[in-house]
């Protein structure tokens, strides 16, 4: 029954996935989803490291070893290791691409894939959890169309978040039986999760850790060393099994020039307290009217559906806390004691609402002597109300009994959980309204953890704050499922609706083009397989080797179509597109943007790059240009070859 259930429930998620994203079913073959950026690179990554794969599986047992030398930034090593690798998606969508030679339709499947896993991963977790299906599966609706996925649905690897349910829901099973099965289940999903995205790797890894704490201490398994060996020796497993996709980052970081952010980036990319007011502009409903701060990878609005859910079910928490503790009351204490508690409770309410105006405004206005005066450093207020909880719970045998009386079933794991991610997630300052106010807890990662300097982005934090909000809305549906058998059942259906409503973009987008400045749009369509443009097909089946350049160089916009054929004709391409860039790629970029006032310093720059062949896309270029390129290559005795309609293949030698 239960595995019908489940069965059921990733149905469910399917069709709805499909109905959510209509009409992309319809083109999956042809049409991308959404833009022909990040999506477009994926796809590159997917097809080289695929087709390394392939060929070791047909008998070329030297593949893998250039598994990581992607045919990219020629000639550059390890280009795979510039961005995401993605390995377990591409092994995901392998069977599909060996069959169709289709990276578009892979790529939508995969796609697709994410929303469907997602919801049943935080089904299955809910479900153990809270044992009910129907709070289990508006659970999975929370996760699977959590608001902050619209405003990732260019990023594959960040949509690629559907192992942490499965990886919480093995390890709960664990505890809950003692069976080795689902501890190895939720070990293979968190290497799965590690090599999905490097962000969940570093970001996500802590809080596994942290939820097999708690689980032992609320187990009362402090001294029990058959949990304790069995831990270690699945971490270290663990371990073993993401070393290998962790190696080549390293290497490419020891030449000090790649896998290093900036610290202004870093902080241009986290999360302001006004993110969680500011949706999606895609969101057909609240896009245009939830615009707290809009800044990039700043849409941290969570819903309001699943935020009423989650309150719903912090509420039933604290109320089932707090009658827990009334059982156990012992009377009053002694007057010191009771006088100290009454203190402290007065000055953390102060300090609270301190904090959170801080939170909100940015600031904290204060009378003195007659006139407000804004304090706009929170720092200070934030310690203070830290050390009055600390000293709250250490005073007030009332405040200790009320945390032991929540329920075992990790509800305050997951809401505690959800504020730690949330503070993360606005790295290394807390800034309100832009405004900065402390430093935040995630520089201390920057300083002493490794590998934290080289992401960019704090603010996908916020997928781990959406897991665990669905978590705590499956609590709230539960609740309301136990106080309103029958009429719950409607409301959650009703409440369901109103989930999905907000995360609805309208007509799902799909081959959105990019402007490139000074240069036309890119093309919309993608073509594949068969359908591969000639020229493309001429490189990869010619017989001498080739080194390709493709004109224009250095536009983000056009050097992504360039890399996207590079996976299907797998030839050296001196172009390229990842999240570093390479220091002979800008050097190269700066060169050719001085055609045609300097014609020789860029053609010097050229034959540096021992390329053979050039493509030209005229029609890339305004009509008053569109020759320009060619006539250059012309003028220093490259010879065209080849042309096909507005594309021109020339040889250098």
């Given at each position: 029954?239960?595995?019908?259930?489940?069965?059921?429930?990733?149905?469910?998620?399917?069709?709805?996935?499909?109905?959510?994203?209509?009409?992309?079913?319809?083109?999956?073959?042809?049409?991308?989803?959404?833009?022909?950026?990040?999506?477009?690179?994926?796809?590159?990554?997917?097809?080289?490291?695929?087709?390394?794969?392939?060929?070791?599986?047909?008998?070329?047992?030297?593949?893998?070893?250039?598994?990581?030398?992607?045919?990219?930034?020629?000639?550059?090593?390890?280009?795979?290791?510039?961005?995401?690798?993605?390995?377990?998606?591409?092994?995901?969508?392998?069977?599909?691409?060996?069959?169709?030679?289709?990276?578009?339709?892979?790529?939508?499947?995969?796609?697709?894939?994410?929303?469907?896993?997602?919801?049943?991963?935080?089904?299955?977790?809910?479900?153990?959890?809270?044992?009910?299906?129907?709070?289990?599966?508006?659970?999975?609706?929370?996760?699977?169309?959590?608001?902050?996925?619209?405003?990732?649905?260019?990023?594959?690897?960040?949509?690629?978040?559907?192992?942490?349910?499965?990886?919480?829901?093995?390890?709960?099973?664990?505890?809950?039986?003692?069976?080795?099965?689902?501890?190895?289940?939720?070990?293979?999903?968190?290497?799965?999760?590690n090599l999905s995205c490097g962000y969940y790797l570093l970001f996500f890894g802590p809080f596994v850790g942290l939820y097999a704490v708690y689980e032992i201490a609320s187990r009362r398994l402090w001294g029990d060393w058959r949990v304790w060996r069995t831990w270690i020796v699945t971490a270290a497993v663990v371990g073993v099994c993401t070393w290998p996709f962790l190696s080549p980052y390293l290497e490419v970081r020891e030449g000090g020039e790649i896998g290093v952010r900036d610290a202004g980036e870093i902080a241009m990319f986290a999360a302001d307290t006004h993110a969680f007011a500011t949706a999606p502009g895609w969101s057909r409903l609240w896009g245009e009217r939830m615009t707290g701060l809009v800044r990039p990878e700043g849409e941290a609005f969570p819903g309001l559906v699943i935020v009423a859910l989650a309150l719903v079910g912090l509420g039933w928490g604290l109320r089932t806390a707090i009658s827990r503790a009334r059982e156990t009351h012992g009377g009053p204490g002694p007057p010191w004691r009771e006088f100290a508690t009454g203190v402290l409770v007065v000055l953390w309410l102060a300090h609270l609402y301190g904090a959170i105006s801080f939170l909100v405004t940015g600031e904290l206005a204060v009378p003195i002597d007659g006139a407000w005066a804004a304090y706009r450093q929170a720092s200070g207020t934030f310690m203070r109300t830290l050390a009055l909880s600390l000293a709250l719970v250490a005073v007030s045998p009332w405040t200790r009994r009320v945390l032991r009386g929540a329920p075992r079933s990790a509800l305050g794991y997951f809401a505690g959980a959800a504020v730690l991610a949330a503070l993360l997630?606005?790295?290394?300052?807390?800034?309100?309204?832009?405004?900065?106010?402390?430093?935040?807890?995630?520089?201390?990662?920057?300083?002493?953890?490794?590998?934290?300097?080289?992401?960019?982005?704090?603010?996908?934090?916020?997928?781990?704050?959406?897991?665990?909000?669905?978590?705590?809305?499956?609590?709230?549906?539960?609740?309301?499922?136990?106080?309103?058998?029958?009429?719950?059942?409607?409301?959650?259906?009703?409440?369901?609706?109103?989930?999905?409503?907000?995360?609805?973009?309208?007509?799902?987008?799909?081959?959105?083009?990019?402007?490139?400045?000074?240069?036309?749009?890119?093309?919309?369509?993608?073509?594949?397989?068969?359908?591969?443009?000639?020229?493309?097909?001429?490189?990869?089946?010619?017989?001498?080797?080739?080194?390709?350049?493709?004109?224009?160089?250095?536009?983000?916009?056009?050097?992504?179509?360039?890399?996207?054929?590079?996976?299907?004709?797998?030839?050296?391409?001196?172009?390229?597109?990842?999240?570093?860039?390479?220091?002979?790629?800008?050097?190269?970029?700066?060169?050719?943007?001085?055609?045609p006032t300097d014609s020789d310093a860029p053609w010097r720059a050229l034959v540096d790059t021992r390329a053979t062949h050039v493509l030209v896309h005229e029609a890339a270029y305004p009509a008053s240009r569109q020759h320009q390129v060619t006539d250059w290559l012309r003028t220093h005795g490259a010879i065209e070859v080849l042309s096909d309609g507005t594309d021109k293949l020339f040889t250098l030698r």
């Open positions: 029954m239960t595995r019908r259930a489940a069965v059921l429930a990733a149905a469910i998620y399917t069709a709805i996935t499909i109905g959510m994203t209509w009409p992309l079913a319809l083109v999956a073959d042809k049409e991308i989803a959404w833009d022909l950026g990040d999506p477009v690179f994926n796809s590159w990554v997917l097809l080289w490291t695929g087709g390394q794969v392939l060929a070791f599986l047909g008998g070329d047992f030297s593949a893998l070893g250039r598994y990581w030398h992607g045919n990219i930034f020629y000639p550059e090593r390890l280009t795979v290791a510039y961005s995401e690798h993605i390995a377990p998606q591409m092994l995901q969508g392998l069977p599909i691409l060996a069959a169709t030679d289709n990276i578009v339709l892979t790529y939508n499947l995969l796609f697709l894939s994410t929303f469907v896993l997602s919801g049943l991963g935080a089904f299955l977790l809910v479900r153990e959890l809270t044992r009910s299906p129907l709070a289990a599966f508006v659970a999975g609706l929370a996760f699977a169309f959590a608001p902050y996925r619209l405003a990732q649905m260019s990023h594959l690897q960040v949509l690629s978040a559907q192992w942490m349910p499965f990886v919480l829901y093995g390890f709960r099973r664990y505890f809950e039986t003692g069976r080795r099965a689902p501890l190895i289940g939720g070990a293979a999903a968190l290497v799965a999760q997630a606005m790295g290394p300052s807390i800034s309100a309204a832009g405004q900065p106010i402390s430093p935040g807890p995630y520089a201390w990662l920057v300083s002493f953890v490794p590998g934290f300097d080289g992401v960019r982005v704090p603010a996908r934090y916020l997928m781990l704050v959406a897991l665990f909000l669905a978590v705590l809305a499956g609590y709230g549906a539960a609740a309301l499922l136990r106080w309103w058998p029958r009429a719950a059942v409607v409301a959650l259906a009703v409440l369901s609706c109103g989930l999905l409503t907000e995360w609805w973009p309208g007509r799902f987008p799909t081959n959105v083009r990019l402007a490139a400045e000074g240069l036309e749009v890119t093309p919309r369509t993608l073509y594949t397989g068969d359908r591969l443009p000639p020229l493309y097909k001429v490189i990869r089946d010619g017989a001498e080797p080739v080194v390709l350049v493709e004109f224009p160089f250095g536009a983000p916009a056009w050097d992504l179509q360039s890399v996207f054929y590079a996976g299907y004709h797998r030839r050296p391409l001196v172009n390229g597109y990842s999240g570093f860039f390479p220091e002979s790629w800008q050097t190269l970029t700066y060169a050719f943007s001085l055609i």
